[in-house]
């Protein structure tokens, strides 16, 4: 990817973010980067104290879920365990990334 394109992707999907947060963008990343294969849980994404404070992690996951980028998905051997996925809305912005990031390195 050369730096044009580099830029070019940035400039795309810096429009793709507006009205989510820094932090809602850094746990919708870990995320998206994760994966649905290996989920979070809650408590994972909680304790992610490099990209904020418990509480503000707390909140940034809550409103996600409201916003409907990300559900808490019941674990099937506890049901006191919550898995972080992808929601609709979460699912779509992967895939809008995934195309301009496509399109940049064409």
């Not at 809650?42 to 409103?63: C, F, N, P, W, Y």
């Amino acid at each position: 990817m050369t730096s044009q394109s580099y830029l070019t992707f940035l400039e795309a999907s810096n429009k793709l973010w507006a009205g989510i947060t820094a932090n809602q963008r850094e746990v919708l990343l870990a995320v998206i980067k994760r994966g649905s294969s290996n989920p979070y849980r809650v408590q994972d994404i909680i304790g992610m104290r490099l990209i904020a404070s418990q509480a503000t992690l707390h909140k940034a996951l809550s409103e996600l879920v409201t916003q409907g980028y990300l559900a808490l998905k019941a674990s099937p051997s506890d049901s006191r365990v919550k898995f972080v996925v992808l929601a609709r809305k979460g699912s779509a912005l992967e895939a809008r990334l995934t195309k301009i990031l496509s399109q940049a390195c064409a």
